[in-house]
């Protein structure tokens, strides 16, 4: 009896030690992206990321990410460019006031999901790595979108298709 008592407890105390719940911090983390506007790089970042990240240590495979970032936040250093971006021919964020990511599944160094943008979901796969400094877990990675694949800008030709995202998540 005092086996069963003894196992029952560290079924339910050890996976608690691999795994938690953590959110995203806004401090110190950015979603930025870079896309060429009549040949120069153009960069931009969003704010405030928010979601719920299940973290297994023990089985990375069981982590999951379900976040978005909302789209009002999109930042250029020209305010003019930032609502052009909001309306309706870019990310229309009255209609889609979100981006969204969910993952589908997680291993050691590639991370799949669906991000959904505008109303239009595709999946994407990337690298990422993850640090745990101080309590806080780091997430970075990188990825490419063509932008048309989301209905961003139209058919315009000035603005590249390709659109580099860079992510850098703090969590706790």
Do not use: C
């Not at 999901?113 to 990675?141: A, D, H, R």
């Amino acid at each position: 009896m005092k086996t069963f008592f003894l196992l029952s407890i560290f079924s339910f105390v050890i996976p608690s030690v691999y795994f938690t719940d953590i959110k995203p911090v806004d401090e110190n983390g950015s979603v930025t992206f870079t896309v060429k506007n009549f040949g120069i790089n153009t960069n931009g970042e969003l704010k405030g990321l928010k979601g719920n990240i299940h973290w297994d240590e023990a089985n990375i495979s069981k982590s999951t990410i379900d976040v978005s970032v909302d789209v009002a936040t999109i930042n250029t250093g020209i305010e003019m460019r930032d609502k052009d971006l909001q309306s309706e021919g870019y990310f229309n964020a009255a209609k889609y006031p979100q981006i969204q990511f969910k993952s589908t599944s997680i291993s050691a160094s590639t991370v799949t999901g669906i991000l959904t943008m505008k109303g239009i979901s595709k999946s994407l796969s990337f690298p990422y790595t993850v640090q745990k400094v101080n309590g806080v877990y780091v997430f970075e990675g990188n990825f490419a979108i063509n932008r048309k694949d989301f209905g961003l800008g139209g058919s315009l030709t000035t603005i590249s298709n390709r659109v580099d995202v860079h992510l850098k998540v703090k969590a706790k």
